[in-house]
């Protein structure tokens, strides 16, 4: 696992950001949406835990894959999305690429 500094969260950020944009990401978020939509229409939260039920290790398995050149893999693809997130919070520059990176998890594709 890396040691995240600033320059390496902005380098993974923007690596996410072209991983989770690709359009065969987006189609099956939209889709986890659209199930999710139609199995909870009247329960905001149930849709939402749904949602995060699928959401997240899609976005573990996408974001990993796209930082695998440092060492990260599937299995500690969250722990890492997280230390990255803190680092980029601390980072004017960063703050709203790490934002993107973080609606997209919670299912707000093209946010």
Do not use: C, H, Y
């Not at 978020?29 to 749904?50: C, F, H, N, W, Y």
């Not at 573990?60 to 796209?66: F, I, T």
């Not at 990176?101 to 594709?109: E, I």
Request: proline share 5%; no cysteine.
């Amino acid at each position: 696992m890396p040691t995240i500094t600033p320059e390496l969260a902005g380098q993974m950020v923007d690596k996410a950001i072209v991983a989770l944009e690709d359009e065969e990401t987006k189609k099956k978020v939209g889709s986890i949406i659209t199930k999710a939509k139609e199995a909870e229409p009247e329960d905001e939260v149930k849709r939402q835990m749904l949602m995060m039920q699928e959401i997240l290790p899609l976005a573990k398995s996408v974001v990993g894959d796209s930082w695998k050149e440092w060492g990260v893999t599937e299995d500690n693809a969250m722990m890492v999305m997280m230390q990255v997130q803190m680092m980029a919070m601390m980072d004017p520059v960063l703050q709203p690429k790490a934002a993107k990176v973080m609606s997209f998890v919670q299912g707000q594709v093209g946010s």
